[in-house]
């Protein structure tokens, strides 16, 4: 059973930045990916970004691309979401989700956590 908690969300401003976290427990295994997804007020859930387990291949939406960062640490079971140049269409309740493979965590059918909500004042 694979837990996942998120933290670090709030509020930003424009051009400003946050840091999300996510605590994982339960199995680990060198072949999982990791990843944040977003879902906007209204919308759908979106991918934001992935990362494998050797920390080496991450992925990008291009919406994302070039401002946002992610990056995991196995010896703690964590991954984080660095954000910097938030823009007012970040706003965004984020979730961490965990799968054993890539195209399984983009097609959504990882574990997830809880969200955090992250709102970005324009």
């Known amino acids: 059973q694979v837990q996942l908690v998120e933290s670090g969300g709030g509020l930003a401003q424009a051009g400003g930045s946050l840091r999300l976290s996510c605590a994982a427990s339960g199995r680990t295994s060198s072949s999982d990916v990791m990843g944040w997804f977003r879902q906007p007020p209204g919308k759908e859930r979106e991918f934001v970004a992935a990362?494998?387990?050797?920390?080496?291949?991450?992925y990008y939406a291009d919406s994302v691309k070039g401002r946002f960062t992610i990056s995991r640490d196995n010896a703690k079971n964590m991954v984080y979401l660095q954000m910097n140049s938030l823009k007012f269409e970040d706003t965004a309740v984020y979730y961490c989700s965990k799968a054993p493979f890539l195209a399984t965590l983009r097609a959504g059918g990882g574990s997830w956590g809880q969200g955090t909500q992250v709102t970005v004042s324009s």
């Open positions: 990362i494998r387990f050797s920390g080496d291949s991450t």
